[in-house]
């Protein structure tokens, strides 16, 4: 513990949640996503549905259309973030735009 009981043991146990949030990023960026086949071909997809609607898109819309679960559009997406960008919603900040770069 970083602090002698009974001072400041709530600001010990913030400090190591934020240490690990910040390792779990730093993991995050260091991990390499490999494109599988099949995501290939589901990127394709999800391009070509993209620039069907003018090369923006609601990703909920997308995701729909494409029959994915939630978690498998969210791997699609970091498999493609060299050619599709994700930005909020300008109306509602929790929904997110898909654009093609």
């Known amino acids: 513990m970083l602090f002698p009981s009974g001072a400041g043991g709530a600001r ?6 934020r240490e690990w949030a910040y390792d779990r990023q730093r993991i995050a960026r260091l991990e390499r996503v490999d494109i599988q086949p099949l995501q290939k071909a589901k990127g394709e ?14 990703a909920k819309d997308a995701r729909k259309k494409m029959h994915l679960s939630r978690s498998q559009f969210s791997m699609l997406l970091a498999t493609m973030k060299d050619d599709i960008e994700v930005k ?8 997110k735009v898909i654009i093609l770069r």
């Open 12 to 17: 010990a146990e913030e400090t190591t949640a």
């Open 45 to 58: 997809i999800l391009r070509a549905l993209i620039a069907a609607n003018g090369g923006k898109m609601l």
């Open 88 to 95: 909020p919603y300008h109306l509602r900040k929790n929904q």
